[in-house]
């Protein structure tokens, strides 16, 4: 895997020298902006070269294709939310405790990094029929995990036993999906703000006492 | 505004006839069906056309633009939405009531009306800029409409005092546009099963007791 000679278009990323690898990252990065700004679908490779810079044909020296550029990036943000949940997971922390770090992580996630958490929630329909099938079973171990989290706090007496978890899953994915949405830097609220409110409406409930 | 006579193209609807009202109707309802299945952007009034077993052009004696049919749909359902919302709102219930009330509305109705969920969650950036900012006042007193009962609530003592009223509705309103997401018609719970525990969750909160 020897960086000199002449490196071939699309060039696997661990046949790229150091300056290179940089430059694919920024493709990424720039990519990701785009994407989540106008679309996946609107944004031409023309528009990334011209963002960053560059001829337009020179964007394939770093990508296969656009699409292939849209499943990495996805891979990407599935592959970090996998792991801090495997990271709670795994802690010494009772199934409440985890629940509410599970709960502020895709809160302020959500909140902080608005132009990755727009891919996964509004671009995957892009994705060809294979790339799709690979980032739904991502999505569905992020939901089992989260749910697993539940069942342990209900098998505890932790948590209300009477509610399915996958439900209160669904729920807490789409308060937190939702910030994607409307949050602005900036505004009444920090990430930590939301996450904390969030957390504590999801734990305790809006009643003073039970309904 | 008599019926009869030549029909100018686009005629007011209250100058069409009942024949004609029903089929601006059928034409409405496939068009919300149409633009939820796959986008707005990418349905023409070919599609509709085809849809509805008629010729092309002749959409146009229904319609001014679909710009226009995609504003009246999105109408329609704010206008649904803000009706429920204001019959809760003056009802003799009290604030927890309301709220539980309206948690349910909003969650079973994103179940059970898929198409029109998903094209005021979905298509409204389509839309012009004037008819945009028509749209965001109306979203904006629904979420207004939902904050001041649990402000209301929090002024009786029933309601947690320590939360933004404007942040527990954000949290309410993606937990609920999200069914409109994952929710399919004949899977483990019926719109009932998904807005009672939803009430529930967010009413009583997941932990068993105060965290």
Redesign the interface.
Known sequence: VSAAGAEPAAAGVSELRPAQRRRRAEVLRVAAELFAENGYETTSTTDLAERLGIKGGSVYYYIDSKEELLFELVQDIYGLLLESLQEVLDSDADP?AK??QLIELHVSGMARHRHRGALILNETRSLSAEHRAVTAVQAAAYEEGLASV?AA?QEL????P???P???T??????????N??YREGG??SPQ??SR??A?????????S??
Do not use: E, S, Y
Not at 157 to 160: A, E, F, L, N, R
Not at 200 to 208: E, N, P, Q
């Open positions: 409440l629940l509410r539940i706090g007496g932790q948590i209300d009477d509610i399915d996958k439900l209160v669904k729920a807490l994915l789409g308060a937190g999906n939702w910030v949405r409307w009444a609220w703000d939301v409110d969030f504590r409406i999801f734990l305790d409930g809006l009643a003073r039970k309904t």
